[in-house]
C-alpha cells in the first residue's frame, strides 16, 4: 500500500514568488492534514481536511495561504507571494477514521527554502 | 492552549546505553499522547501511543508511561542501537470537541555510536 506522498521533496524560491505543495494521501483516506515545523521549533497544525471540506483552518498563518482538496482526493497548499518566514518543512497526513484516537500517517514532508 | 515540552537534544548516546527522552504536557480534558519518530529521510512514523492515564505504550523496545499526575510521558530504551538514530517527536491530541489536529513538541535529536 503506498503511503502519503509529498511533492516536491525540496523547493527553492525567491521571496514574492509562488510555490505550490502537493499531497497525495493514503487511498481512501478522507482525513487529511498539513502541518509545519520551521527550523528549531514545533511542528505546528495548519488544517484538516475532511474529503473536500475544510473541517478546521485554524492554523493557517495568513491569507498568502491556500489549500486546497477539489474532488476530496489530493491536496495543494499554495503560498502567495512567499516571504522568508515561510522557510520550513510542510507535513502531510492522512488518516481513515474521524476519530480522535486514529493513527494519522505522515509524508516525507516538502522543505521549502525561500530566499 | 495545548502544549508540549521535551529535553532538547542534541543526545548522543553509546550503543547499549540507557535511553530517556523526558516529555511532558499542558492539555485541558484527557489527551492522547503520542512519540512520533523520523528517520533521516523519511517521514514521521506513529512510535507508540497512549490513550488514558496509566496507559503505556511500547514498541521496539520503546516504551511510555501516560502520567496524569505528573503530566508525563517520557520515553524509554533499554538498550539503544545505532538504527534508533533518529528526531522524536512527543505529541498530543485533545479530546476537545471537533479536534483531531496534534499538538508537538520541538523534537530530540538522538545520534547512537557504536
Known amino acids: 500500500e503506498a503511503g502519503v506522498t509529498q511533492f516536491p521533496s525540496h523547493s527553492v524560491i525567491e521571496k514574492g514568488q509562488t510555490v505550490t505543495l502537493r499531497c497525495d494521501p493514503i487511498s481512501g483516506h478522507d482525513n487529511l492534514y498539513w502541518y509545519r515545523r520551521v527550523m528549531g521549533k514545533e511542528i505546528k497544525f495548519l488544517l484538516h481536511?475532511?474529503?473536500?471540506?475544510?473541517?478546521?483552518e485554524s492554523g493557517m498563518p495568513n491569507n498568502r495561504f491556500l489549500a486546497e482538496r477539489t474532488g476530496g482526493t489530493y491536496s495543494t497548499l499554495k503560498v502567495q507571494p512567499a516571504e522568508l518566514e515561510d522557510s520550513g518543512v510542510y507535513f502531510c497526513?492522512?488518516?481513515?477514521?474521524?476519530?480522535?484516537?486514529?493513527?494519522?500517517?505522515f509524508g516525507q514532508g516538502t522543505r521549502l527554502t525561500v530566499v | 492552549g495545548d502544549s508540549v515540552t521535551q529535553m532538547e537534544g542534541p543526545v548522543t548516546l553509546s550503543e547499549e546505553a540507557f535511553l530517556t527522552i523526558n516529555c511532558t504536557y499542558t492539555?485541558?480534558?484527557?489527551?492522547?499522547l503520542f512519540w512520533y519518530v523520523q528517520y533521516p529521510g523519511e517521514g514521521l512514523q506513529l512510535l507508540l501511543k497512549?490513550?488514558?492515564?496509566?496507559d503505556k505504550g511500547s514498541n521496539k523496545g520503546f516504551e511510555a508511561t501516560y502520567r496524569k499526575e505528573t503530566t508525563s510521558f517520557h520515553l524509554e530504551k533499554g538498550s539503544v542501537q545505532v538504527s534508533d538514530s533518529a528526531v522524536y517527536f512527543c505529541?498530543?491530541?485533545?479530546?476537545?470537541?471537533?479536534?483531531?489536529?496534534?499538538?508537538f513538541g520541538k523534537g530530540t535529536k538522538l545520534s547512537v555510536i557504536p
Open positions: 492539555a485541558t480534558g484527557y489527551p492522547s
Open positions: 505529541a498530543l491530541r485533545n479530546s476537545g470537541a471537533g479536534s483531531y489536529q496534534l499538538t
Open positions: 481536511f475532511v474529503k473536500e471540506s475544510k473541517q478546521d
Open positions: 497512549a490513550t488514558k492515564a496509566d
Open positions: 497526513a492522512s488518516s481513515q477514521e474521524r476519530v480522535w484516537e486514529t493513527e494519522a500517517f
